[in-house]
């Protein structure tokens, strides 16, 4: 469900970011109201990406995923105390918790693919239709493709050109909060991405996000001392993530939607011992071995790199910075642009 402030202001009740569900029921504006309005109780379970404002009220999701003026997880309401958010459905074994939390986003919306195991996985469940960006030739838009009509989905392939990079960096680094290469090459990709998006009517991307740190994804992972601790600061660094990729989105009217940071999904994988994560070499293990229940194999064990790689931004943002004078600093180059268009 998504609604802009004046589809809201008709209805006189709230506005709402997202979508809302309780114990496993998505809500219709109609339910959500009657709820604000009699059973303010029941807000304390609400699962779902949202930011919910109503009267002098605002409610946001457990993680934070969708953006809003309260902390993540609370009911704030004036001249009450502040309420927290922590939704509990019951527990469910990792293959069920997924595939259930991937249900409950797909009624509408189109599935971001890269055609690694993450957004394969969710693309089989979602059965939507697809989107991947990347310049000419790089290795996402044809590993999606090829992930794509394994599945026998359609999927839009969006090739970047080179110029159309150069000309969003300032707006991407004018908006992002942290403005270094890997942040800015990260929303570069979500950039195109969700402006696709916004230009074909979709207002919400499934993604794979979030799986790297619930399941153990990151090649740092395979050499690490101290795996469980490594996992629980970087699944604590998810909200900063998701502020960065949501505020890009929200320039194209659009939200990035989570099911691998479902609140079954992330009980389901804290249950599951670090050391079963990654082991013999491998990374996300035990989300790879759901994933051969739903595509092959050949996606479900790919070893695949970051988007802002797999999508080639990352080299067309270095041959940027050279050609204008920063031979050795891509961070060079985006200071000097946040200097000079936006005076930071």
Request: aromatic share 8%; glycine share 10%; with cysteine.
């Amino acid at each position: 469900m998504w609604m802009t402030a004046a589809e809201c202001s008709e209805g006189g009740a709230f506005e709402l970011t997202g979508w809302v569900e309780l114990d496993g029921t998505r809500l219709s504006r109609p339910a959500l109201e009657e709820i604000l309005e009699r059973r303010r109780d029941c807000i304390s379970g609400f699962g779902g990406e949202f930011f919910l404002r109503w009267g002098a009220c605002r409610a946001r999701d457990h993680f934070g995923i969708i953006p809003g003026d309260c902390p993540k997880g609370t009911l704030i309401c004036d001249a009450e105390p502040e309420k927290r958010i922590l939704p509990s459905p019951p527990a469910l074994p990792l293959r069920d918790a997924i595939v259930e939390a991937v249900k409950l986003r797909s009624d509408e919306g189109v599935t971001a693919l890269s055609g690694g195991v993450d957004s394969t996985l969710v693309a089989a469940l979602a059965g939507l239709g697809c989107v991947a960006v990347g310049l000419e030739d790089s290795h996402d838009l044809d590993r999606a493709g090829r992930a794509a009509q394994v599945l026998g989905l359609e999927c839009a392939r969006v090739t970047i050109r080179p110029a159309e990079v150069e000309a969003a960096l300032p707006v991407v680094i004018g908006t992002i909060p942290k403005k270094d290469p890997v942040n800015t090459g990260i929303a570069l990709t979500q950039f195109f991405l969700t402006r696709w998006a916004g230009e074909q009517g979709y207002r919400r991307i499934l993604t794979g996000q979030g799986a790297d740190e619930l399941f153990g994804g990151y090649f740092r992972y395979l050499e690490t001392a101290t795996l469980e601790e490594d996992l629980g600061r970087d699944f604590a660094g998810l909200e900063e993530q998701a502020s960065r990729d949501q505020v890009i989105a929200a320039l194209h009217g659009t939200y990035l939607s989570m099911p691998y940071l479902d609140v079954r999904v992330v009980r389901a994988a804290r249950d599951i011992p670090c050391w079963e994560k990654v082991r013999e070499g491998r990374r996300k293990v035990c989300l790879r071995e759901v994933a051969e229940h739903y595509i092959p194999r050949e996606f479900a064990w790919y070893e695949k790199r970051a988007m802002q790689y797999g999508s080639g931004i990352a080299k067309e943002l270095q041959k940027i910075a050279r050609r204008n004078g920063y031979k050795t600093s891509v961070q060079g180059y985006i200071d000097h642009i946040s200097r000079v268009e936006h005076g930071q």
